[in-house]
């Protein structure tokens, strides 16, 4: 029997159990051997073993590891390589000092290019006294009355916030909706604002409308009893001649007549609404903690005032039944309490937010088509949205588990109905979804849609899920961003019409904008009431452009009348822009792109963390 060893020099090395020799007869023979091999020259690896540290010779190679080299060749060698590195750092410090010309980046997208203009429009909008860095040069201060010749009104300062419309009344729900908007879309793609640019421009933006609205009730305060609706009238029925936002064709600065102030003190939509918008605000400036703060606390005392004083704020005023009618206020309690949890983190709101009854009365279980359009009017579809994403992301389990369910499997048929496939909705020849069914000023609610359906897109994306189900089928995400593509697409000019519906994007776009700002020139003359008249009828373009309106759109069969008197068609408002802007970012630049955890920075984790273990058992 023989076992092999292994020999360091390389080969087997065998021992035989047969030999006879003893080991002290081993040992003498290993001596003999080791003086032989003594006697005759070694090389130099073999000296290296034998001999000790004092011993060795100088050394000529240098041992690598997996490689033996001359010592001069690797003195050579590492030398030649540090030059080259100085050489090579020296040429580049010249390369980058010396002045060169700057390729331009990839031009911006159509979506990009857009938004810059619509948030123009919100400048275009301002009342009161302008900021120097406005840049509407047509744009001026106006109404700095506003509340003080009201000797009724609950505060005499209401100076600043926006213009509605192509008028100068200041409507605060449609308005409140617009700013909840444009937070929303912060909050989600701020990444894409700074990168676009605009970030600080949409945030001094929002800061406007929260700056008027904490004007509108005592914010301070803990209770209210009453809030402003409205600043301005503009009822002309029954033949009134009386000077009002409607009846006069006047630029904002010009205005001489009163502006009456209204206030509703049983207004659960309008109160819950503006509670939305400076809760959402909330979160665009945490950084700002104070001012944050103080937006939380007005946030909370008007959500209280909402759900104390029960009514619809329309119910008790003619003139907001005449131009922004509620039809309910449950839809405003979901989304406010659901803008107040993620505001604040506090547990009570979601719970309110996700009460079974309340759902029931804003609509959740009809199942009607019409209660999926989101607008200024119906927030559900935006609120289910909302509160799918905590499901989404947070998953909090019982007991808001089935309410969050039932709104993500409602935010689920509502992404379904926006599917051609589906016929949910008629269509235009050009493509355009009918979601109000082909009546006037579509876009707005088109605009919103696309928000909606680019969101739910990201937010399925940001959650690793690749798409949802329609009944059996089953549905990309891509298939949604294409939609909210193909609709923003045809506003932007891929219309039969080859029209652009927003003033200022492309080439071709409604030059008779029904705007009293924009079709009066500043010419240093003061056109009266009346006097301004003849650039309302003028058939002329308007000297004035309002860069960046969305106007309210085409008609069922594609077809637009460019004409300042038809408002049905040319007139802009704050809450379909608001929508625009949040569809154009949420396009913009590269898919995907939101923020997953700054909505959540108030919210306490779901689960609370674990007592540390028990300390070990002694006897």
Same mark, same amino acid.
């Given at each position: 029997?023989?076992?092999?060893?292994?020999?360091?020099?390389?080969?087997?090395?065998?021992?035989?159990?047969?030999?006879?020799? $003893?080991?002290?007869?081993?040992?003498? !023979?290993?001596?003999?051997?080791?003086?032989?091999?003594?006697?005759?020259?070694?090389?130099?690896?073999?000296?290296?073993?034998?001999?000790?540290?004092?011993?060795?010779?100088?050394?000529?190679?240098?041992?690598?590891? =997996?490689?033996?080299?001359?010592?001069?060749?690797?003195?050579?060698? #590492?030398?030649?390589?540090?030059?080259?590195?100085?050489?090579?750092?020296?040429?580049?410090?010249? #390369?980058?000092?010396?002045?060169?010309?700057?390729?331009?980046?990839?031009?911006?997208?159509?979506?990009?290019?857009?938004?810059?203009?619509?948030?123009?429009?919100?400048?275009?909008?301002?009342?009161?006294?302008?900021?120097?860095?406005?840049?509407?040069?047509?744009?001026?201060?106006?109404?700095?009355?506003?509340?003080?010749?009201?000797?009724?009104?609950?505060?005499?300062?209401?100076?600043?916030?926006?213009?509605?419309?192509?008028?100068?009344?200041?409507?605060?729900?449609?308005?409140?909706?617009?700013?909840?908007?444009?937070?929303?879309?912060?909050?989600?793609?701020?990444?894409?604002? %700074?990168?676009?640019?605009?970030?600080?421009?949409? @945030?001094?933006?929002? @800061?406007?409308?929260?700056?008027?609205?904490?004007?509108?009730?005592?914010?301070?305060?803990?209770?209210?009893?009453? #809030?402003?609706?409205?600043?301005?009238?503009?009822?002309?029925?029954?033949?009134?001649?009386?000077?009002?936002?409607?009846?006069?064709?006047?630029?904002?600065?010009?205005?001489?007549?009163?502006?009456?102030?209204?206030?509703?003190?049983?207004?659960?939509?309008?109160?819950?609404?503006?509670?939305?918008?400076?809760?959402?605000?909330?979160?665009?400036?945490?950084?700002?903690?104070?001012?944050?703060?103080?937006? #939380?606390?007005?946030?909370?005392? /008007?959500?209280?005032?909402?759900?104390?004083?029960?009514?619809?704020?329309?119910?008790?005023?003619?003139?907001?039944?005449?131009?922004? !009618?509620?039809?309910?206020?449950?839809? %405003?309690?979901?989304?406010?309490?659901?803008?107040?949890?993620?505001? $604040?983190?506090?547990?009570?709101?979601?719970?309110?937010?996700?009460?079974?009854?309340?759902?029931?009365?804003?609509?959740?279980?009809?199942?009607?088509?019409?209660?999926?359009?989101?607008?200024?009017?119906?927030?559900?579809?935006?609120?289910?949205?909302?509160?799918?994403?905590?499901?989404?992301? /947070?998953?909090?389990?019982?007991?808001?588990?089935?309410?969050?369910?039932?709104?993500?499997?409602?935010?689920?048929?509502?992404?379904?109905?926006?599917?051609?496939?589906? $016929?949910?909705?008629?269509?235009?020849?050009?493509?355009?979804?009918?979601?109000?069914?082909?009546?006037?000023?579509?876009?707005?609610?088109?605009?919103?849609?696309?928000?909606?359906?680019?969101?739910?897109?990201?937010?399925?994306?940001?959650?690793? $899920?690749?798409?949802?189900? =329609?009944?059996?089928?089953?549905?990309?995400?891509?298939?949604?961003? %294409?939609?909210?593509?193909?609709?923003?697409?045809?506003?932007?000019?891929?219309?039969?019409?080859?029209?652009?519906?927003?003033?200022?994007?492309?080439?071709?776009?409604? @030059?008779?904008?029904?705007?009293?700002?924009?079709?009066?020139?500043?010419?240093?003359?003061?056109?009266?009431?009346?006097?301004?008249?003849?650039?309302?009828?003028?058939?002329?373009?308007?000297?004035?452009?309002?860069?960046?309106?969305?106007?309210?759109?085409?008609?069922?069969?594609?077809?637009?009348?460019?004409?300042?008197?038809?408002?049905?068609?040319?007139?802009?408002?704050?809450?379909?822009?608001?929508?625009?802007?949040?569809?154009?970012?949420?396009?913009?630049? %590269? @898919?995907?792109?939101?923020?997953?955890?700054?909505?959540?920075?108030?919210?306490?984790?779901?689960?609370?963390?674990?007592?540390?273990?028990?300390?070990?058992?002694?006897?």
């Amino acid at each position: 029997m023989s076992m092999y060893g292994r020999d360091p020099w390389g080969g087997p090395l065998e021992i035989n159990t047969a030999d006879s020799a $003893t080991d002290d007869d081993r040992s003498r !023979n290993l001596q003999d051997f080791d003086r032989a091999a003594l006697s005759r020259p070694l090389d130099e690896t073999q000296q290296s073993w034998l001999l000790g540290p004092t011993e060795q010779k100088k050394k000529k190679y240098v041992d690598l590891g =997996c490689i033996i080299v001359s010592r001069k060749i690797f003195i050579w060698t #590492v030398g030649t390589i540090l030059v080259s590195a100085l050489i090579a750092g020296f040429i580049t410090l010249i #390369v980058k000092t010396v002045p060169r010309h700057h390729h331009s980046h990839a031009p911006a997208d159509n979506y990009t290019l857009s938004l810059r203009k619509a948030l123009m429009f919100f400048n275009a909008q301002k009342s009161g006294k302008l900021p120097k860095h406005n840049n509407v040069s047509w744009r001026g201060n106006s109404c700095t009355q506003d509340g003080k010749s009201d000797s009724s009104s609950i505060t005499k300062d209401l100076v600043g916030g926006y213009y509605d419309a192509g008028d100068a009344i200041k409507f605060h729900f449609p308005k409140a909706f617009a700013m909840t908007m444009l937070s929303w879309s912060v909050i989600e793609y701020s990444s894409k604002y %700074e990168t676009a640019g605009e970030l600080n421009h949409v @945030k001094d933006i929002i @800061k406007w409308g929260t700056d008027y609205f904490l004007k509108t009730f005592n914010h301070s305060a803990d209770s209210i009893s009453k #809030v402003v609706a409205q600043v301005g009238v503009g009822d002309t029925s029954g033949g009134s001649t009386t000077p009002n936002d409607h009846y006069c064709w006047m630029r904002p600065e010009d205005i001489d007549y009163d502006r009456p102030v209204q206030e509703c003190s049983s207004c659960s939509d309008l109160a819950a609404e503006m509670a939305a918008a400076l809760a959402s605000a909330s979160i665009v400036f945490k950084d700002n903690k104070a001012y944050s703060q103080k937006l #939380v606390h007005g946030a909370k005392t /008007l959500f209280s005032f909402a759900r104390q004083q029960r009514g619809r704020y329309s119910a008790g005023s003619a003139e907001a039944a005449i131009f922004y !009618n509620s039809t309910s206020y449950w839809d %405003e309690f979901i989304w406010g309490g659901a803008w107040l949890y993620y505001a $604040t983190g506090n547990s009570s709101y979601l719970q309110l937010a996700t009460t079974t009854g309340l759902a029931k009365h804003a609509g959740t279980f009809w199942g009607s088509l019409d209660n999926s359009v989101f607008s200024w009017d119906n927030k559900l579809a935006g609120a289910q949205l909302l509160l799918s994403r905590l499901r989404l992301f /947070l998953s909090p389990g019982y007991p808001y588990e089935e309410m969050l369910r039932t709104f993500h499997n409602q935010t689920s048929i509502t992404m379904c109905s926006y599917l051609p496939i589906f $016929t949910s909705w008629n269509r235009t020849r050009g493509g355009l979804i009918q979601l109000n069914h082909g009546r006037p000023q579509p876009l707005q609610y088109v605009v919103n849609a696309a928000y909606l359906a680019t969101l739910f897109s990201d937010y399925l994306d940001a959650a690793d $899920t690749p798409g949802w189900y =329609c009944g059996p089928n089953f549905y990309s995400t891509k298939v949604l961003r %294409e939609f909210a593509q193909t609709q923003m697409d045809y506003i932007l000019g891929k219309n039969p019409r080859k029209m652009s519906y927003v003033v200022g994007f492309g080439t071709h776009y409604p @030059k008779h904008v029904h705007h009293r700002g924009a079709s009066i020139p500043k010419n240093k003359i003061r056109y009266n009431c009346k006097g301004g008249w003849k650039w309302r009828d003028s058939s002329k373009p308007n000297p004035n452009t309002l860069v960046g309106a969305l106007v309210a759109g085409p008609d069922k069969h594609d077809g637009f009348r460019d004409v300042r008197s038809n408002y049905n068609y040319t007139e802009p408002t704050l809450a379909g822009n608001a929508g625009l802007v949040a569809a154009l970012v949420a396009l913009s630049g %590269e @898919k995907g792109g939101i923020d997953k955890n700054t909505i959540f920075s108030a919210v306490p984790p779901m689960f609370p963390t674990p007592p540390p273990p028990p300390a070990p058992w002694k006897p």
